[in-house]
């Protein structure tokens, strides 16, 4: 299969809303997308993230420029405030080159976020 866009979801959790957590949240997230899907620094398209209304201390394309990514195009979005979902997650949506098929890809769901997809075996 030639080389095709594609895109792969993550999501991550912090306890507390500290620039600190964030960019540690932010950086494992990003990292275990890329080595668990095997993308390198080339491959990224772009990548978008999502934070809840009540992060509020950092961008989290901030925190994936300190893994070398400020060449990437980022773009930070507020997530809908939905009652009764969970608050603190910042999702990621990442555009990439590869010639995987979309379901050798794998979405990656930290910090007890596997709650967010249902379609997802437990």
Not at 3 to 20: F, Q, S
Not at 82 to 103: C, E, H, N, Y
């Amino acid at each position: 299969m030639p080389p095709t866009v594609r895109a792969l979801r993550g999501a991550t959790r912090v306890d507390a809303d500290t620039k600190e957590q964030v960019t540690e949240r932010v950086q494992a997230l990003v990292r275990t997308m890329l080595e668990r899907n095997d993308i390198s620094h080339d491959d990224l398209v772009s990548i978008v993230f999502t934070a809840t209304p009540d992060l509020h201390s950092m961008f989290p394309a901030e925190a994936a420029r300190g893994l070398g990514l400020g060449d990437v195009p980022l773009l930070c979005a507020q997530e809908l405030d939905i009652v009764g979902a969970p608050g603190r997650t910042i999702r990621v949506l990442m555009q990439i080159t590869t010639d995987k098929a979309r379901s050798d890809l794998h979405a990656v769901y930290l910090e007890g976020t596997a709650v967010l997809r249902d379609d997802l075996p437990g």
